[in-house]
């Protein structure tokens, strides 16, 4: 059993039921962190996910409240769909509505394929995967009620092309893209755009496993010569979610020109 903890707390700049809600998963740290904060820095209500570290997800919490927006933090596992749907019951009392899902929640498992055992395949589905499914279905019906709404999956560049070693990721990386064109087509005509952005090598913990020489190697294969950063993809994360209504279907490559 998974202990959850919600904490809600609000600052005044107009009427959060009047404002776009966004539910950023995994956002703790690194991408999702990035990517909470920019919504913030643009207005929106913000509602933030994750697992374990629930000082760090409080200090994403600070900081999104340091642009005087409203902030829902929800300690759980996005992989149980009877946690997911207390969730979007506070977002729902709270906030009426959520405008803008992001599916970041995503661990990693680097190792031959013959030593990975069943419980860890199954742990890496579950949260790179079902989480995917569990939060775009709870999301689907309000966004289909009020004929709009986006969702933005968090990807990577191994979806596309598969890394060895880390077959299991790649698995699940594919998984998502192939959900994102199809779900896009199934939910076009109630004017919700789905999209994927297939991350390169960002400069994260995730990548913080590789030596001095390594990291070299890797910088050496990317045209443009360094790391992505963080606030670069929630940049575009934010262009996907709060413009063009036209796009959809699309997994959108941000990997310096590598792959």
């Given at each position: 059993?998974?202990?959850?903890?919600?904490?809600?707390?609000?600052?005044?700049?107009?009427?959060?039921?009047?404002?776009?809600?966004?539910?950023?998963?995994?956002?703790?740290r690194g991408i999702g962190k990035a990517i909470a904060v920019k919504f913030a820095k643009k207005n929106y209500n913000v509602v933030i996910n994750c697992l374990h570290s629930e000082e760090r997800l409080?200090?994403?919490?600070?900081?999104?409240?340091?642009?005087?927006?409203?902030?829902?933090?929800?300690?759980?596992?996005?992989g149980d769909l009877a946690q997911?749907?207390?969730?979007?019951?506070?977002?729902?009392?709270?906030?009426?509505?959520?405008?803008v899902l992001v599916n970041n929640a995503g661990i990693s498992y680097i190792g031959l394929?013959?030593?990975?055992?069943?419980?860890?395949?199954?742990?890496?589905?579950?949260?790179?995967?079902?989480?995917v499914f569990n939060l775009s279905k709870l999301a689907i019906p309000g966004m289909v009620a009020?004929?709009?709404?986006?969702?933005?999956?968090?990807?990577?560049?191994?979806?596309?092309?598969?890394?060895s070693c880390e077959v299991a990721y790649s698995a699940t990386k594919g998984g998502i893209n192939a959900f994102t064109k199809a779900l896009a087509k199934e939910l076009a005509p109630s004017g919700i755009q789905v999209n994927a952005v297939a991350c390169g090598a960002i400069d994260t913990e995730m990548n913080r496993f590789l030596d001095e020489d390594e990291l070299i190697s890797l910088v050496d294969g990317i045209p443009a010569g360094r790391l992505g950063r963080a606030d670069e993809v929630a940049d575009l994360v934010y262009h996907l979610g709060y413009k063009n209504s036209y796009l959809t279907g699309q997994v959108i490559g941000l990997d310096g020109g590598w792959i």
């Amino acid at each position: 059993m998974f202990n959850i903890h919600i904490e809600i707390s609000y600052i005044k700049r107009g009427d959060p039921m009047a404002r776009k809600t966004v539910l950023v998963t995994g956002a703790s740290r690194g991408i999702g962190k990035a990517i909470a904060v920019k919504f913030a820095k643009k207005n929106y209500n913000v509602v933030i996910n994750c697992l374990h570290s629930e000082e760090r997800l409080m200090q994403t919490k600070k900081d999104i409240e340091s642009y005087q927006v409203s902030c829902l933090a929800f300690m759980g596992d996005v992989g149980d769909l009877a946690q997911c749907e207390k969730l979007f019951e506070q977002i729902r009392k709270q906030f009426g509505t959520l405008e803008v899902l992001v599916n970041n929640a995503g661990i990693s498992y680097i190792g031959l394929l013959q030593d990975m055992n069943s419980e860890d395949w199954d742990r890496i589905i579950r949260t790179n995967l079902t989480s995917v499914f569990n939060l775009s279905k709870l999301a689907i019906p309000g966004m289909v009620a009020q004929k709009y709404g986006k969702i933005i999956n968090i990807s990577s560049v191994w979806g596309n092309v598969g890394a060895s070693c880390e077959v299991a990721y790649s698995a699940t990386k594919g998984g998502i893209n192939a959900f994102t064109k199809a779900l896009a087509k199934e939910l076009a005509p109630s004017g919700i755009q789905v999209n994927a952005v297939a991350c390169g090598a960002i400069d994260t913990e995730m990548n913080r496993f590789l030596d001095e020489d390594e990291l070299i190697s890797l910088v050496d294969g990317i045209p443009a010569g360094r790391l992505g950063r963080a606030d670069e993809v929630a940049d575009l994360v934010y262009h996907l979610g709060y413009k063009n209504s036209y796009l959809t279907g699309q997994v959108i490559g941000l990997d310096g020109g590598w792959i």
